[in-house]
């Protein structure tokens, strides 16, 4: 696995496409940090409440980096990348619980979640391209997304953001052009 394949940034629209709000068909929403609170958010609370050192999570984190893509293109399963990622983090001499970090991803933003419900009900589309995980082959993490008419999950699909194909399966699934669209 390419590890610079996932940091590079990418735009998914290119500028021709960007048009004003109020011409809009649909909005697509990410998870981390949208839906649900980002990894570094999950990742200070849980160093702040169990006293680890600022920033060693997102240090294991990095310095494991091929597990995590592999973990969000679903060629490992939950389980397998807890294990491993446990290891890395006590190489970097603490212990932390992965199982309960990953538990506080939940509940899902409930304002958020009434947003895309009320974009439904004005006529509105709304979908989700997220990075995600297996729990088990062909199960992905209990992410709460009922509100949402399309889910495109990394670890389904086999390719992770910001890989532009995942935009692509958007538009053709919600059968909606990228230029009807607002990120």
């Not at 998870?31 to 050192?53: D, K």
Request: hydrophobic share 40%; proline share 7%.
């Amino acid at each position: 696995v390419q590890t610079t394949r996932f940091l590079v940034g990418y735009q998914p629209w290119p500028a021709s496409c960007r048009r004003p709000c109020s011409v809009f068909e649909a909005v697509v929403f990410g998870v981390p940090g949208v839906i649900y609170p980002s990894l570094q958010e999950v990742f200070a609370h849980y160093e702040s409440e169990h006293e680890l050192p600022a920033g060693g999570l997102e240090a294991a984190r990095l310095a494991n980096l091929d597990t995590w893509i592999e973990l969000e293109l679903g060629e490992r399963t939950l389980d397998d990348f807890v294990s491993e990622y446990q290891k890395t983090c006590e190489r970097h001499g603490f212990f932390a619980d992965i199982t309960n970090i990953i538990s506080q991803y939940l509940p899902a933003n409930a304002s958020v979640c009434q947003a895309a419900k009320e974009l439904r009900l004005n006529s509105k589309k709304t979908h989700v391209v997220t990075n995600s995980w297996l729990i088990e082959p062909g199960e992905t993490a209990p992410w709460d997304l009922d509100p949402f008419d399309t889910v495109i999950e990394s670890a389904i699909e086999g390719i992770c953001k910001p890989d532009g194909r995942l935009y692509s399966l958007l538009c053709a699934r919600a059968a909606t052009p990228p230029q009807d669209m607002v990120v």
